[in-house]
C-alpha cells in the first residue's frame, strides 16, 4: 500500500480502538474485546514498518520472549489476554493525543514560551527545571518543541547541552505524579486499587525535594527561592496542568473506574470546551491534528502492546517458573524491594534497556508475591525509577527526541552530572518511602 494510504488507514484504526476503547469502559462485552483485539493487531501490523529500527528490535526482543514462554509451557492462551488486557492503552494515548493538540492552542502555552526567555540567566536552572516540569506533565517530550528555539540560532553546543540536561532533570520527574504518562498508565493497570490522589500527593512531594536538590546541590544557582519564584513567573501554565490532574483525580475518586479508564472517559469534552473558549481556537485544527496524530503512535502503541502482552504471559506462566519461590526464599525486606525496584529501573535503563520492559518484569514479580510493601509505596517506586531512568538512557524517548531537538547526539544528551544526579535522587526518594513503608502496612 502507498504510504498515504496506510496514513488514512491508521487514522482510521485509531479512531476505532479510540472510540472502541471508550465505549468497552462502560459495555465490557465478550464481542467488543475481540473487535478491539483483531483492531489492534491489524493497527500494529500496519504501523510496524514505519517504526524505527531500536522499536523494531525492542519488538523483536519482546515478541521472541512471548513466544519462548508460551511455547516453553504451552500457554498460548495468555497471548490474546494480553492483548485483551493492551486493548485500553489506543484510547489513552489518543486521548493525550487530543490533549496536547488542544495546548498547541491555548494561550497558556504561548506565555509559557516569551515566560522563558525572560527567566533572569541567573535562575535560570530553576526556570527551566520547574518549565520543563510542569509544561512536561501534560505535553511530555513536546516540551522541548517550546525550549530549543528559545535559545536562538547562535547557541552553542555546550548552552544547548546545559539547558537541554536541566530540562531533562524537571522530566524525570514528571511520572512520579502526572496521570498523562505511558509509566502511570502501566503501573496503575498492575496495582489499579491505589487511590490516584494518593499517587499525586507522594509524587508531588517527592519531585519538590527533587527540584530542591537540583537546584542547591548540582546546579547551585539561586538557591531554594529560585523554585518559588520560577513557579510564581511560570503561574499562568499552573491552572490548565491543575484542572486537567484534577478531573480525572474526580472521576477515579467519585467512581469504580481505573485511573486510566477515567482518563479516557473525562478528558476529551474538556479539551474540546478549552479549545473553543481560547482566543482563535479552531476546534477542526485540532480535531485535524489528532488524527494525524493517531497515525504517528504506531511506535508507543506496538511497544505497549508487545510489552503488555509478554508481561500477561509472563505472569501466567510464573507459578511454573519457579522464580515466585526462589523470591520468596530469599526473604526480602521491604527496604530492599524498594531499592531492587528503583535501581533495577536505573541500572538497566543506563545499558539502554527501555523502562517499559524493566517495568513491567518487576511488576509482575512483585505483585505475584507478599513483599510487606504498601501497593501506594511499591507503585511509587516503580515510578521513580521509570521517571529517573529516563534521564540517562538512550532508550528513552525523551533523550531521543529532545536530543534531535537541541541537535546534540544521544550519547552528548547524558552526563556524568544527570547520573549522579540521578542515583544520589534515587537514594533518597528509596530512604523516604522505606520510611513511609511501616505506617501504611501496620
Known sequence: MESKSITRLLIVLGAMLWALGMVSIFVP???????????????????????????RILLFVLAVATVALAARYDRWDAIPLGMAKASIFPAFLATIV????????????GAARRLFAAIDSR?????????????????????????????????????RRRVFLMAMRGMAMV???????????????????????????????????????????????????????????????????????????????????STLQSLVIVMPIPCLLAIAFAPGGKIGVALRGTAQGLSRIGSEISILTFAMTLGITFQTCLPDLGLLAGLQALALSPTAIIFIVIMSM????????????TGTILLVLFTGIPTGVADLILLQALLV?????????VGSLSIATGAAMFELAPTNAISLSNILYIFVASVIFGAILAALNPFLTG
Request: aromatic content about 8%; charged content about 10%; some cysteine.
Open 29 to 55: 462485552t465478550a464481542g467488543l474485546s475481540a473487535a478491539l483485539m483483531w483492531c489492534l493487531g491489524i493497527y500494529v501490523f500496519f504501523a510496524l514498518p514505519r517504526t524505527g529500527w531500536h522499536t
Open 346 to 357: 536505573n541500572l538497566f535503563g543506563l545499558m539502554g534497556v527501555h523502562s517499559i520492559v
Open 175 to 257: 511520572p512520579l505524579w502526572s496521570p498523562f504518562v505511558v509509566g502511570m498508565a502501566v503501573a496503575t493497570e498492575y496495582l489499579p486499587n491505589v487511590p490516584l490522589w494518593q499517587i499525586m500527593t507522594l509524587g508531588l512531594s517527592l519531585v519538590v525535594l527533587g527540584m530542591l536538590l537540583s537546584v542547591t546541590v548540582f546546579d547551585r544557582s539561586g538557591g531554594p527561592g529560585a523554585i518559588w519564584r520560577a513557579l510564581k513567573t511560570l503561574g499562568p501554565i499552573v491552572p490548565p496542568v491543575a484542572i486537567a490532574a484534577l478531573l480525572v483525580i474526580g472521576m477515579t475518586t467519585t467512581t469504580s473506574y
Open 98 to 109: 487530543l490533549l496536547r493538540a488542544t495546548a498547541d492552542q491555548r494561550p497558556e502555552i
Open 385 to 393: 525509577g521509570w521517571g529517573l531512568c529516563t534521564a540517562i538512557s
Open 123 to 159: 535562575e535560570q536552572s530553576g526556570g527551566i527545571i520547574v518549565g520543563s516540569h510542569l509544561i512536561g506533565s501534560i505535553l511530555q517530550v513536546g516540551v522541548f518543541a517550546i525550549l530549543a528555539p528559545i535559545l536562538g540560532p547562535d547557541a552553542t553546543l555546550e548552552e
